[in-house]
């Protein structure tokens, strides 16, 4: 699982330097960075560990965690324009990062005897939370509670997973395609500007 | 304990479309509908949860909230133009739900070791912190802390239902004593335009 | 330990205190007071318990928390104009009050084998959150993300603890040595109007 634990410390990574990108946008001080760049990259997983009984957090187990990503703090500090510059590629980085942590977020949750269908939620909510905290700490309604297909990209690859592991035995292959599963959907959902709003039947 | 099963499951079907309508409200788009109603419909009781250290959380041991959630939403996609018309009827569920929830909220709190006065905030608290947490993410300022007889009816009830557990034997009467006082103190406070402001004696 | 016991009822009451003024001046009513004044005090360390995994949180286990901060009501309700002209006065015993936890959640964390950079976060945490949790649920963009010099003397007081202790066995003397330098650095920083912005090179 080498292949997975690098994902994870980029993903980390890479989720972190989005908090901070937002602290810096929202002129927080460097406490306010700090915290933002924390709670957006290990907020997801810290509830879904809350929520499943997985205490203390998995991040506490660590100081791995807490330095990768107050490393993307000076990186942050020296390359913030060529950073702001490369938000394309970030997004494919974040992508795998998201895909990554909900199909993590799904086996602890089995693992720790969850039902599939709340399990499944369970990884979406590892890959998405860090998100939500991040934005309401900013005073924003979520981003993704609006117009993001990201969440949606979650509970496709996620099914894919729980169906390819039901019929296979291949858990390592089923982790790679689910992941390709919602790098797929979420890129081309930004190519083609899909979104699924929800109107109800009288207001449309 | 059947009726109260029941009343448990209207409640958490009443809780999530009351998120549901506000995330409509706000424009949500699916994903964040969904989870609009979830965490209004068991927010309260997670919160509950962490704190008396009840894990995993009661509602990951079951899938049925979780679809009881989910089949709030096609009903809130048909019928949104008539439920909001309903919302007096509504109205009278939501009482129902929340004064259950306290009353089941104090004794799970007490079957745990809580004391009694903080078992009965932890009442209050399953009551009332799923409809703070929608307004959280929602981006407002909890409608509950401004003008709402809510609270002060959850806590009334609770604590007749203390008081007659400490008196008498009869717990199922007790339950349902105390959640018809709830229900009253709601309703008389609907009817007659109760509320309990704090101003500071200088600043009156 | 009698010092400390007494600097963490009366930091609890200061605490509590700040939720309440707060949740006067946005016109919450008694409900909405009590709860702001709850979060504001035990909000920081429930956080920390919950990361850690100490459950249920610590002020569950004894009602004099609880008592405290309710005692704090009918206070604001008789002096607030009084206590509005005594916030300097208010100032000294909150940073003694926040160094104070600090060290305790640095403590507790230790003590439950929590690495110490990790223990280090922990007690900034403890110190820090209440106050976050408090301007959330007001709808502001938390005060300690903007131009507080507050979280910097807890991780510099912190820090001078760990280092005690590492090298000596004073436990005691360490505690008020550290409480000293986050009440030093906190006080200079008001004096000198000091403060850490974070400005990425390329928007400096």
Not at 57 to 85: G, N, T
Not at 96 to 116: D, M, N, W, Y
Request: glycine share 8%; aromatic share 14%.
């Amino acid at each position: 699982m080498d292949a997975i634990f690098v994902i994870e410390v980029v993903g980390t990574f890479v989720f972190a330097m989005s908090g901070i990108m937002a602290a810096i946008e929202g002129e927080f001080d460097l406490f306010g960075t700090l915290i933002l760049g924390i709670v957006t990259a290990v907020g997801g997983g810290t509830i879904r560990d809350l929520l499943i009984g997985a205490t203390p957090v998995s991040w506490m187990s660590s100081d791995l965690y807490i330095y990768v990503i107050i490393s993307a703090i000076p990186v942050a500090f020296f390359f913030f324009k060529y950073l702001h510059r490369l938000r394309k590629t970030f997004l494919l980085f974040d992508t795998v990062g998201i895909g990554t942590f909900t199909i993590l977020g799904i086996e602890k949750s089995l693992a720790l005897g969850i039902s599939p269908t709340l399990s499944l939620l369970m990884g979406v909510v590892s890959a998405v939370f860090g998100g939500i905290i991040r934005d309401v700490l900013s005073n924003h309604v979520p981003l993704i509670f609006r117009n993001e297909i990201y969440a949606f990209a979650c509970f496709a690859g996620g099914l894919v997973y729980l169906a390819l592991n039901y019929f296979s035995q291949l858990q390592e292959s089923s982790l790679f395609i689910a992941i390709s599963v919602v790098i797929s959907i979420r890129l081309l959902a930004i190519r083609f500007n899909w979104n699924i709003p929800f109107k109800p039947l009288s207001k449309q």
